[in-house]
């Protein structure tokens, strides 16, 4: 069945960086536009990054800038990273399966925190 499995996340200072891993399984990755989405606390899901099965990438533009989305398809994995991180980054962000029109439905790992905080 369809896994996706996010690591990478914690607890880093403003300004700081970090990178989510977001490994897969159990369908055709490389066929697939893969997005990252975030929760931020008592606030719905938020689509924040996709990349299609062509590199191309989109960013929303709270994020534009500051966060790098990748793909390696040798490992079915794909990647955030995350530069210049705002306490508004703070959330647990999930990897989905899906784009931008159909993130809030798509299947999602379990998530990860980050938290952005002095």
């Known amino acids: 069945q369809v896994q996706l499995v996010e690591s990478g996340g914690g607890l880093v200072q403003p300004g700081g960086s970090l990178r989510l891993s977001c490994a897969t399984s159990?369908?055709?990755?490389?066929?697939?536009?893969m997005t990252w989405a975030r929760q931020a606390p008592g606030k719905g899901l938020e689509w924040v990054s996709s990349?299609?099965?062509?590199?191309?990438?989109t960013y929303a533009n709270s994020v534009k800038g500051r966060f790098t989305i990748s793909r390696d398809n040798a490992k079915n994995s794909y990647y955030l990273q995350m530069n210049s991180l705002k306490p508004e980054d703070t959330g647990v962000y999930y990897c989905v399966l899906g784009d931008s029109g159909s993130y809030r439905t798509a299947i999602r790992g379990q998530g990860t925190q980050v938290t952005v905080s002095s």
């Open positions: 990349i299609n099965r062509d590199f191309t990438t």
């Open positions: 159990g369908f055709k990755f490389a066929f697939n536009v």
